[in-house]
């Protein structure tokens, strides 16, 4: 009889392999993207400086901020602080993904369910990365736990707790309430009685109650998540990929413990979120694949419990599937070299800034073409010393915004034509330009009035260096 791994190995063993994966390579060869460039800035401002920033921008990511502006006050690691939070919040997303199908399953579905939960390419890349999404999925798994204590033994307390986490992983991200619903929809096909369902839209009701503040404020910056279109083929296949591995692992019978099915909650996680996101996306285009990542949860468990069903009816020996393991882990390997990479994310304002520091000298002028690529300064202001600002009239901090506040049109005019060597931080090429008069003056002073001398191509960007006749 083959020996049943108890609750402690369901739960490190998972946990140990998230943490491995999340320290394997985190500091991205000393590489850092848009994102996560935002979040490493604001989280140095103080708090009064981020409570002003959030009445005018990213308010959505006002609690992770703060909670990284605590780390970073106790601890200013640079990227090793950035997204050891991260880690460390997968980890423990990991365990709880096996304890869930421990209790859901049994002990040998959730050993299966949270180990391959951490080797997902989604969870490896959102373990290492400086935003909120690893501490969402965490308290989504800490409050599904809480939901099924509630369930099989209701008291007060327990749902209050239910609602408290799940109103936290709402907080840190808004639509985590989709989670809550998944959860409802759960209790609903489980036929748990109308105490434990009442009990539930209690608890939901407090949830929305204390997100609604955020919705209302998120919607008046509505503008920031402008750049978010409609879903098209890539999303729709992305989706449809995982609900049919879903759906599959869900056909016939599943090892069953609990007054909910793993089925029934695994389905629910897997499937609602990300289609009712991308519903409401076709009229209010809001879908990201990051921000509902804990859909992975579901996937994970329903995995979990389908292997050990089969190991259960077909005899396979231990090399043989210890065989198939390695295989499919090293089918995964050459997507986990690259996603360590700074070649895996959009950009990398780290290299950005060190191109601006090999081009520039002393007394030069600096411009980001368009002014939303100020990043690099942001976040490696060290590389731009000695450097004159020709567009920008004030600061972010001060100004409480998130890039800073440019000077009108005819102003940065002047002060480009006062400089005889500028170095400017761009979009990569074949990206639309911005309309703005700001941007179309840069552009048409740099071409009247100045040569191109130099450039350098980095991850996401383009750093060019412009003189005046024989200014170079």
């Known amino acids: 009889m083959r020996r049943r791994p108890g609750p402690a190995v369901v739960a490190l063993a998972p946990a140990g392999l998230a943490l491995a994966l999340g320290l394997w390579g985190i500091r991205r060869e000393n590489s850092m993207w848009r994102d996560e460039s935002t979040t490493y800035q604001i989280a140095h401002r103080s708090v009064g400086e981020i409570g002003h920033l959030l009445g005018n921008a990213d308010v959505a990511h006002g609690l992770y901020y703060l909670l990284m502006h605590a780390v970073f006050a106790l601890w200013d690691g640079g990227l090793l602080a950035l997204r050891l939070p991260s880690v460390l919040a997968m980890a423990a ?39 909120s999404y690893a501490l969402v999925s965490a308290a989504v798994v800490a409050a599904t736990h809480l939901l099924l204590s ?27 309430i989709l989670a809550v619903a998944a959860h409802g929809v759960a209790l ?9 369902g009442w009990a539930w839209a209690q608890a939901a009701s407090v949830v929305a109650v204390v997100l609604a503040p955020l919705v209302i404020v998120s ?6 998540v402008g750049w978010i279109s409609a879903p098209g083929p890539p999303e729709l296949l992305g989706f449809g990929a995982l609900a049919l591995i879903g759906l599959v692992c869900a056909r016939g019978p599943l090892p069953a413990r609990g007054p909910v099915p793993l089925r029934d909650l695994a389905l629910a ?14 009229l209010h285009p809001l879908y990201v694949d990051r921000y509902v990542l804990y859909v992975y949860v579901g996937l994970a468990l329903l995995i979990g419990a389908r292997l050990d069903a089969l190991s259960r009816t077909v005899a396979v020996p231990r090399g043989v599937a210890g065989g198939l393991a390695v295989a499919a882990v090293a089918a995964l390997l050459p997507y986990s070299l690259q996603l360590r990479t700074p070649q895996s994310r959009l950009d990398d304002t780290l290299a950005a800034a060190r191109a601006v520091r090999e081009l520039g000298r002393p007394g030069d002028g600096v411009l980001f073409l368009p002014a ?8 490696g202001p060290e590389d731009f010393r000695g450097l004159r600002e020709l567009a920008l009239a004030r600061h972010a901090i001060p100004s409480g915004t998130l890039h800073g506040i440019e000077l009108p049109a005819p102003r940065i005019r002047a002060r480009m034509l006062t400089a005889g060597r500028i170095v400017t931080v761009n979009d990569p090429p074949g990206q639309p330009l911005d309309d703005t008069p700001q941007e179309r003056v840069k552009r048409e002073v740099l071409a009247e009035h100045f040569h191109r001398c130099a450039v350098r191509d980095v991850t996401g960007m383009r750093i060019v260096l412009y003189g005046r006749a024989g200014r170079c």
């Open 372 to 379: 939303r690529r100020r990043e690099p300064i942001m976040s």
């Open 93 to 131: 997303t990991a365990a709880g993904v096996g304890l869930l199908g421990h209790r859901l399953a049994g002990p040998r579905a959730g050993l299966v369910a949270g180990l391959v939960f951490p080797l997902a390419p989604a969870v490896q890349r959102y373990a290492q990365e400086g935003r």
């Open 150 to 176: 509630a369930v099989a033994r209701p008291r007060k307390r327990t749902w209050a707790g239910y609602a408290a986490v799940a109103s936290l992983a709402c907080l840190l991200h808004e639509f985590a």
């Open 188 to 196: 609903y096909r489980a036929r748990v009685g109308a105490r434990s």
């Open 269 to 282: 996680l897997l499937i609602l979120p990300p289609a009712a996101l991308m519903a409401v996306s076709y």
């Open 219 to 224: 919607q008046q910056q509505a503008a920031l």
